[in-house]
């Protein structure tokens, strides 16, 4: 077989703590890289972009955001779609005030901004945990939807109270707008999510890892050993804002280009993105990935299977889909609190044993 | 008692140091309640100090005072020679006083590995960023740490776990863990809250060893809590007896065992 890790030796401890210590994972990771950049590209079309691929790589760029604020540190957020708000808004300030400047560093300083607001809303996390801090980032889910409402200040005073994207090309590729290729969108989006990946997983195995995760394990012993907790929250409130800031600056630019917010960054976004990480594992980086792709795909195949092949009424498959999704929380809340993640390793685990398991 | 302020020889001839850590006129109080009662004692460099009494005697608050997380009402702390303000327990911890838990306390959801890595947070200075990119400092520094705390896996012969997920090993082996996390450390002062409780003889046997091998390869300073006699007085230098709140004694072993108020204190004494 070619997945073995017998025979694979590490001789030093940078080789240990790579992001991928088998060789297999290793190649099979540049495999789909040079996939995703090299063949994808060219046999796009505005279908795939837009039904699946584009809210794919978005909405894993937020799950990886909040899974490092709930999967790694432990700190409850009901705000996302709020802070991905803050994003859009931030992108579309950007873009409108300064035409001039790039696309790359407009989104990254909409996922700044998202970073200082979010860390203003994580300050109650210092004092109230669980339950309670769950219900003070709703507040801001709720105050930043409204306060993007109305304050005409910051939908440029237009007459629908709606916020939509210019023209804007990445040199001299247009990527937002009507005019812009699934190609270009897509190749834009997924080099922020590899970044993003990147800088995630590079964060979460080392230190700062390390302290976000004793906090979320024990708190109290994690203070007593070293760890500064108001500065391990708060960081874990500001890179997760970054990486939520980008999705929604990408979100409204790249992938819809005209957004009213409180139907698009509304309480349900939040549960969205929220159920991507739980679905797809509390405290991985795959499992993001994992709960993303599940949560864009389910519709998609549902509408598939029970519309075009079945036959069935829309209205009835789209109230199948809430069904389970409902149901699959429920079951991975109970059985599985790792989700699709978990049961990979697991999985894994086993077949390193099978067929003979003792 | 001892009054040499310039440290004294033990029995088995190893030479303890001056004061490294003097609590002085300590009260504690939770509301109404007393659990510390104006005690003074101190800890001297390479000593194994025990702190034994009675359940509720307040030992266990007397090292959280010592690790900051309790402050006391009255009395002062003195760390090396000067007065400890008062700071938060992460900021005790980087002065160089680690400690271990009475109910195990690591991080479950971690691995062995990270979970002693996770002790050498005194020692990981890049920042945000660096850590962001990985490469060069980051990676460089993880690498250094690295082989500290594979010392003390080695030296705690836990290196057949290292990848495990903590939740899943024996109560025993957890306890090692806890010490190895303390220890990666390099404390100067090691707090050990009941490091043998709920084990059998063979897993105590074991523990006693790694404590007097850690006092005497890095020359730690030890203070312990612990409930079995017999392995109070053969592990440690000095002992300090509480009940109550209050110190009813302090010296050698041999001194605490014929002290009337420790005997009484633990046998019971007859009200007629």
Known sequence: ?358 | MLDASEGYTTEDGRKIGGVVMEMKNITLRFGGVVAIKDISFDIREGEIRAIIGPNGAGKSSMLNVISGFYVPQEGEVFFHGKKRPQMRPYEVARQGIARTFQNIALFEGMSVLDNVMTGRLNYMKTGLFQQALWKGKAEQEETENREAVEKIIDFLEIQHIRKTPVARLPYGLKKRVELARALAAEPKLLLLDEPMAGMNVEEKEDMSRFILDVNDEFGTTIALIEHDMGVVMDLSDRVVVMDYGKKIGDGTPDEVRSNQAVIDAYLGVSHD
Request: with cysteine; net charge positive.
């Open chain 1, 1 to 358: 077989m070619f997945y073995r890790e017998a025979g694979d030796f590490k001789v030093s401890y940078q080789q240990d703590s790579q992001t991928f210590p088998i060789k297999f994972d290793r190649y099979r990771y540049y495999a789909v890289m040079a996939f995703a950049f090299l063949v994808v590209p060219f046999v796009i079309n505005d279908y795939w972009a837009n039904a699946i691929l584009l809210p794919f790589l978005i909405y894993s760029i937020a799950a990886i955001g909040l899974n490092i604020l709930v999967g790694y540190c432990g700190q409850v957020s009901l705000g996302t779609g709020g802070f991905m708000a803050v994003g859009a808004y931030a992108c579309y300030k950007l873009m409108t005030a300064f035409p001039d400047v790039s696309m790359i560093i407009h989104v990254l300083l909409a996922g700044g901004v998202t970073a200082v607001v979010c860390v203003g809303f994580g300050l109650p996390s210092l004092r109230i945990k669980g339950f309670y801090l769950a219900v003070a980032t709703l507040a801001a889910q709720f105050f930043l939807v409204w306060l993007f409402n109305r304050v005409p200040w910051f939908y440029n005073y237009s007459a629908s109270g709606q916020i939509s994207a210019p023209e804007r090309d990445v040199f001299g590729v247009i990527i937002t707008g009507a005019n812009a290729t699934a190609t270009a969108t897509y190749l834009f989006c997924l080099v922020f999510l590899v970044l993003c990946a990147l800088i995630a997983r590079n964060l979460t195995r080392g230190t700062i890892g390390r302290t976000w995760m004793a906090i979320r394990d024990m708190d109290i012993a994690a203070e007593i050993i070293g760890v500064n907790p108001l500065k391990a929250k708060l960081t874990a409130f500001a890179v997760s804002g970054f990486f939520i800031g980008i999705s929604g600056a990408l979100f409204f630019a790249i992938y819809l280009g005209a957004v009213e917010v409180g139907e698009v960054f509304g309480i349900n976004k939040s549960f969205l993105v929220l159920f991507m990480v739980i679905i797809g594992g509390l405290g991985s980086i795959f499992g993001s990935f994992a709960g993303a792709a599940f949560l864009v795909l389910l519709p998609v195949v549902l509408k598939v299977v029970g519309v075009d092949i079945l036959g069935w009424p829309t209205d009835i498959v789209a109230h199948l889909q809430l069904v389970i999704v409902g149901a699959l929380i429920i079951v991975f809340l109970i059985m599985e609190p790792h989700g699709l993640a978990q049961l990979w390793r697991v999985a894994k685990e086993k077949l390193r044993l099978w067929p003979f398991p003792h």
